[in-house]
Nanobody
Framework: QVQLVESGGGLVQAGGSLRLSCAASGRTFRSYAMGWFRQVSGKEREFVASIGRSTAYVDSVKGRFTISRDNAKNTMYLQMNSLRPEDTGVYYC?????????????????WGQGTQVTVSS
């Protein structure tokens, strides 16, 4: 069984920064792709960033967010800079049993419980 636990969310003013963490346990972490998604109430969960053999980002966060991982700590990160009110949402980390990253939420089998990010204007 795989467990993912997110942390680092909070309330920040527009232009500020946050770093989200996703601690993984339960299986070999370093082999598989991982991703960050976010969801606003009433809307679909959307792709934010992924890391596998390479990294990928949704256009709206390119140049502002950076996804990374520390395999020694079994932890993935999302550094979020120049935050905007439209970045507000619950952020989820996810992993899949493949080394290939994906932007499709359907491709991820394991999810964390989410962490709230609120950006005030």
């Amino acid at each position: 069984q795989v467990q993912l636990v997110e942390s680092g969310g909070g309330l920040v003013q527009a232009g500020g920064s946050l770093r989200l963490s996703c601690a993984a346990s339960g299986r070999t972490f370093r082999s598989y792709a991982m991703g960050w998604f976010r969801q606003v109430s009433g809307k679909e969960r959307e792709f934010v960033a992924s890391i596998g053999r390479s990294t990928a980002y949704v256009d709206s966060v390119k140049g502002r967010f950076t996804i990374s991982r520390d395999n020694a700590k079994n932890t993935m990160y999302l550094q979020m800079n120049s935050l905007r009110p439209e970045d507000t949402g619950v952020y989820y980390c996810a992993t899949r049993t493949s080394t290939l990253a994906s932007y499709r939420k359907e491709d991820y089998a394991y999810w964390g419980q989410g962490t709230q990010v609120t950006v005030s204007s």
